[in-house]
């Protein structure tokens, strides 16, 4: 804790105390019930956090009138009176911890949830989408627009009759009120629309209503987008100067920035720095002198510390961090940081599984993150022995849970590194936060001596069967896929050629540490084509990309995808799409798109068409398994190529086969 004195120092903003400077923002579950009550599962999620040490926890946002404020596939609501006492419920289980507990107020506008509304446009300053491709909205009247003031004062009064702490209003990412301050979106020539006096008129009706509402004595936080982040947005200079016509009434300013459009630096993608954003809370705070909140892929508590040391901001933001390490309070105050999850920024379970995919919350590297380390108190009634086969996040998964409920566990990993393809991958500049995960496994396996792990240790049934094994998991991960096509295996990763797969590349990285200038074609618009395009496109390659779909990046999560499309456009990036790889040479490669055939040449080629599962000796392992009725799970890639939280999650599914072994307690 000495080491962070500014991150654990108490902060008291209009009587309200918080223990120290970090808060959970509010995100979005998906683990409200249908008609928007608090479940018991979302309940107990946010507990987690509190028991964690987190000082400030903001329940994510709420809608304030029903159908038209609301948006996603189940928020929470504060519509009427039905409402407090579930959330009574969890304002009063967060504060058993030490924790204090705001919540967020919000109206969609043109973001409201389509299909609550039948068929009914939703609303808005006017009727630009929200987003490109987004529904069309209608504007608001004058009348609507002060409806819509009243609904924020009347869910404010039931927030504070509900035991929360404080009370914030969202102004930020395209939503109603920044449909309002953002020219992107308000079109309007009324007294609501134009200047920015005009277009700031209805957030501060809204801050005048809230604190009429809650009076004086109750803490009010700002929502904001700092800047926009797109051409003929708001820029920081507009957005300070809004601030300055509404926040002497409030308490709390919290700097965020971006719109839809914009998402990737909203959720921030992986490649930005650690607090990025913190230049923007640092013009609010210098110009307001009021507590001020900041986000931005804030992983490590030296960033966090050293943002406020420095004045930037006054409370750190941790929101997906919080996601994957409930407990990040408390393991940094104990000094406990090696066993910290750090969020690897890859927004899969977290933004793509609530945004794109109308799943509830999860995250890639913690396989539960309702009920976190529960699963450490059940033990195994009998001694159990249990060999894992690969040792990448997956493989690594499996093994620390069957030691950690008392199994004598065996790792087995042919090659002398950890970690499997998500270390590969994190070699990659843009992709190094993917290395945080392997090194928590690895820190995790030093702590339990009942692990062994033998590296360099090519798994056979010969090997296994000395270990006699009570469980045999396969986790022996995905290879590059290599399609029959001419000349492809004569030409690829070889000695001296200038043809590689994803694995090449990465193990011959100082070679293209000079790109400037150079060729560069790839074949495969997927995940890992676009991490090869992204890298030379950033160091002055003249980039080439080829894909047989109609178009980049479909299977990507929702940031990602966005943070490489705009990849592309920066760059310049020459796309080839619904073209087919014919033929592989030493300097180009032979394509076909319709009924024409070329060449693209290049100094350097890469294919990435995918991976495939390796099931190498898996045959044979189960065959000498069932003959003496020893059950054998096959996880992760070795299943089918995949993600890191598809394969995590199946390796913490040990429990369940030791259950049905009926050897876990």
Known sequence: MSHYQHLFSPLTINGMTLKNRIIMPPMGTNMATLNGEVSGEQLEYYELRAKGGTGLITIENICIDFPFASNGTTQLRIDNDQYIPGLFKLTETLHKHGACVSIQLNHAGASAYPYRLNGEQPLSSSTTPSKKNGNIPRAMTREEIYHAVDKFGEAAERVKRAGFDCVEIHAGHSYLISQFLSPLFNKRTD?????????????????????????PRFPISLRFSADDFLKGGNTLDDTLRMLALCQDKVDILNVSAAQNDSLNLQIDQMSLEDGWKRYLSRAVREKFNKPTVIAGNIRTPKVAEDIIASGDADLIAIGRGLIAEPEWVQKVQQGNERLMRKCISCNIGCADHRIARSRPLRCSINPDIIHGDAYKQRKVNRDTRVVVIGAGTAGMEAACTAAEVGCHTW??????????????????????????????????????????????????????????????????GSTPLLPPISGLLECIDVEGGNVFSITGMIHHLARFADAEGKRIAVVGGGAVGLDVIEYFSGRGARTTLIEMQDAPGRDLDIITKNAMLAMLDEHQVEQHMQTQLVSVHPDHFSVKKADRAYDIPFDYGFVCLGMRANRNGLDEVQHWASTRQIPVMNIGDSVMARRIIDGVREGRNVLESLQDMGVLG
Do not use: W, Y
Not at 207 to 215: F, L, T, Y
């Open 191 to 215: 007294e609501f629309g134009g200047d920015v006096e005009n277009r700031a008129r209805m957030l501060c009706l809204v801050v005048d209503k809230v604190r009429a509402s809650v009076g």
């Open 411 to 476: 790792l087995l990993e042919k090659r002398n590194s950890l970690g499997g393809l998500a270390s590969e991958i994190s070699l990659l500049p843009e992709k190094k936060r993917i290395a945080d995960f392997p090194q928590f496994m690895k820190n995790r396996i030093s702590g339990l001596n009942n692990l062994l792990l033998q590296v360099g240790q090519e798994a056979s049934v010969e090997t296994i069967a000395e270990l006699h094994p009570d469980l045999i998991i396969n986790a022996t």
